[in-house]
C-alpha cells in the first residue's frame, strides 16, 4: 500500500512539473512572440525614416542640379555681357579722339 501511495504521490509531482513546464515554456514562447513584434515594428519605423531620408536626398540632389544649370547658364551669360562690354570699349577707344588709335 506505501508504494502505491508513494507512486501517486510521484505521478502527481511529475504531472504538476510538467504542467508547470507546459506554462512556463508557453509563457517564454509569449515573451519572446512580443519581443519579435517590438522588432518589427522598430524595424517598419525605420525603414520609413530611412525611405523619409532618401527622398529628402533626392530632393536636395534635383535641387543641387537646378542650382548648378541656373549657375551655369549665369555664367554663360556673364561671358555674353563681358564680351559686349569689351566689344562697346573697343567701339569707345575706335570714336575718342583723346585715344590713340592703333588700328591700320
Known amino acids: 500500500m506505501k508504494i502505491v501511495v508513494i507512486v501517486v504521490i510521484v505521478a502527481i509531482v511529475v504531472a504538476i512539473a510538467v504542467v508547470l513546464g507546459k506554462r512556463q515554456a508557453n509563457h517564454k514562447a509569449e515573451e519572446l512572440r512580443r519581443q519579435a513584434q517590438e522588432h518589427r515594428e522598430e524595424?517598419?519605423?525605420s525603414e520609413?525614416?530611412?525611405?523619409?531620408?532618401?527622398?529628402?536626398?533626392?530632393?536636395i540632389a534635383e535641387k543641387a542640379k537646378d542650382d548648378l544649370k541656373r549657375?551655369?547658364?549665369?555664367?554663360?551669360?556673364?561671358?555674353?555681357q563681358r564680351e559686349v562690354a569689351e566689344?562697346?570699349?573697343?567701339?569707345?577707344?575706335?570714336?575718342?579722339?583723346d585715344?590713340?588709335?592703333t588700328s591700320p
Open 48 to 59: 520609413i525614416a530611412a525611405t523619409r531620408q532618401e527622398t529628402e536626398a533626392n530632393a
Open 99 to 101: 585715344v590713340p588709335n
Open 71 to 80: 549657375a551655369e547658364q549665369q555664367k554663360s551669360a556673364a561671358a555674353v
Open 87 to 97: 566689344d562697346l570699349n573697343v567701339r569707345a577707344d575706335n570714336i575718342d579722339p
Open 43 to 45: 524595424a517598419k519605423a
